[in-house]
């Protein structure tokens, strides 16, 4: 394949793929927490239920400074906890709470949901399989490593 065609196809895959997480993300629940809060909560879920800020801010992309307006309000709204790490007692973990997990999983629900109705009205068998054999080329693109760093973004319950 040529440089420009293979240019030309990451751009559409880009475009499209940038187009559907919008379309994602307007299917959310109705609540009060912002998109950047609700990022957090599931990166702190995906985690296996506590991180440290440092870590959150790298998963991100942001700086540890940029998380504490966010993290003080979860934490106000009872989503989540920080406490001394028992391995490092310095550092802190953040955990998310009873109450942030099941904000989580209700985020995800709806939007799984309609993705699932999305594919199941406006695909066919073939495209909904072809879309089933992307997704694990799609982690690959996204785990990828930035900076000579590898980003391991999938959820905990892959990783067995």
């Not at 879920?45 to 700086?63: F, H, I, K, N, T």
């Not at 999305?118 to 799609?138: K, N, T, Y």
Request: glycine share 4%; net charge neutral.
């Amino acid at each position: 394949m040529s440089t420009e065609r293979l240019a030309s196809n990451a751009s559409e895959l880009r475009e499209a793929m940038l187009a559907l997480t919008r379309r994602l993300r307007r299917q959310r629940p109705q609540h009060y927490l912002t998109p950047s809060q609700m990022q957090i909560l599931g990166d702190v879920e995906r985690s296996g239920g506590s991180s440290a800020p440092v870590d959150l801010a790298a998963m991100q992309g942001v700086r540890i400074q940029s998380l504490t307006s966010n993290l003080n309000s979860l934490e106000a709204e009872g989503l989540v906890t920080r406490s001394p790490d028992p391995g490092d007692r310095r550092r802190l973990l953040i955990r998310i709470t009873d109450a942030g997990t099941a904000l989580v999983a209700a985020d995800r629900e709806q939007r799984d949901s309609w993705l699932a109705q999305a594919m199941e009205s406006e695909l066919g068998q073939l495209e909904r399989d072809v879309l089933h054999l992307a997704a694990p080329i799609l982690w690959k693109l996204a785990r990828r490593p930035e900076n000579n760093v590898a980003v391991d973004l999938r959820p905990r319950s892959e990783e067995a």
